[in-house]
C-alpha cells in the first residue's frame, strides 16, 4: 500500500495563477480531508468529503475548491492563488473501521509569490 | 464550540528529564482525543489516542474529563523525542481539530 500520497511535493505560484493539489489514497478509505499548516496556527481543516460525490467545507474554506469524483482521489483546487494562501497542505484519510485514525500524506508545499 | 488548546509554543528539556505537553479541550459530548506527532521533514502519524489507552514509545495521556485536558507525558525525555506535537480532537469522525501545536526540543 502506497497509503496516502500527494503531488506535487513543492510548488511555486505567482498571484492569480490557479491549480490543483492531488491526493490519493489506497486504502479505501470513505473520509478524506486537506488541512493547511502554518506556523502558530496548527493545522486547520479547508475541505473535507465523507464519500464519494460528497464533499463540505471545513474552518478555512475560501479560495478553495474540491471534488470526489472516486473513493480513491480528492484533489484541492486552487482558484486564483494569493499570498495568503502560502503553506504546507496535507491530506489525510481516515474510515470508521479503523476508528477514524487519520492518515496523513507527505504534504505540498506551496509558495504563492 | 469545539476547542484544542496547547499552552506552549516551545518546550525545551533536558535528556533524561520528564516531559508534559499539556493539552486542555472544549467539547460539549464526550471526546474523542488524540496525540499527533510530526518529525522534522515527515507526516503527521498517530501517536496515541486516548480510548485505546496505549503506552507508544514510552508516551501516555489520560483523559481527565473533570478538568478537560489530555496531557501528554513521558517519564525519561530522549533525544529523538524531538519533534513537533499537537493535540487533536476528533470533528464528527472524518476530520480533527487540531491545536497549535508545541515543539518538543529535547538536548543532550
Known amino acids: 500500500n502506497a497509503g496516502v500520497t500527494q503531488t506535487p511535493k513543492f510548488q511555486v505560484l505567482k498571484t492569480g495563477q490557479s491549480m490543483t493539489l492531488q491526493c490519493a489514497q489506497d486504502?479505501?478509505?470513505?473520509?478524506m480531508s486537506w488541512y493547511r499548516q502554518d506556523p502558530g496556527m496548527g493545522l486547520r481543516l479547508i475541505h473535507y468529503?465523507?464519500?464519494?460525490?460528497?464533499?463540505d467545507q471545513g474552518e478555512v474554506p475560501n479560495g478553495y475548491n474540491v471534488s470526489r469524483s472516486t473513493t480513491e482521489d480528492f484533489p484541492l483546487r486552487l482558484l486564483s492563488a494569493a499570498p495568503s494562501q502560502t503553506s504546507v497542505y496535507f491530506c489525510?484519510?481516515?474510515?470508521?473501521?479503523?476508528?477514524?485514525?487519520?492518515?496523513f500524506g507527505p504534504g505540498t508545499r506551496l509558495t504563492v509569490t | 464550540a469545539q476547542r484544542v488548546t496547547q499552552p506552549e509554543k516551545l518546550l525545551s528539556v533536558f535528556k533524561g528529564a520528564p516531559v508534559e505537553l499539556k493539552c486542555n479541550y472544549s467539547?460539549?459530548?464526550?471526546?474523542?482525543l488524540f496525540w499527533y506527532v510530526q518529525y522534522s521533514r515527515q507526516r503527521l502519524q498517530l501517536l496515541l489516542r486516548?480510548?485505546s489507552r496505549e503506552s507508544i514509545k514510552g508516551f501516555t495521556a489520560d483523559l481527565n474529563k473533570g478538568e478537560t485536558s489530555f496531557h501528554l507525558k513521558k517519564p525519561f525525555a530522549q533525544e529523538e523525542d524531538s519533534a513537533m506535537y499537537y493535540c487533536?480532537?476528533?470533528?464528527?469522525?472524518?476530520?480533527?481539530?487540531f491545536g497549535k501545536g508545541t515543539s518538543l526540543l529535547v538536548t543532550p
Open positions: 489525510a484519510s481516515s474510515s470508521r473501521d479503523i476508528s477514524y485514525e487519520q492518515y
Open positions: 486516548h480510548i
Open positions: 487533536a480532537l476528533e470533528h464528527s469522525g472524518y476530520a480533527l481539530n
Open positions: 486504502m479505501n478509505h470513505e473520509y
Open positions: 468529503s465523507v464519500g464519494a460525490g460528497i464533499t
Open positions: 467539547y460539549s459530548g464526550s471526546p474523542e
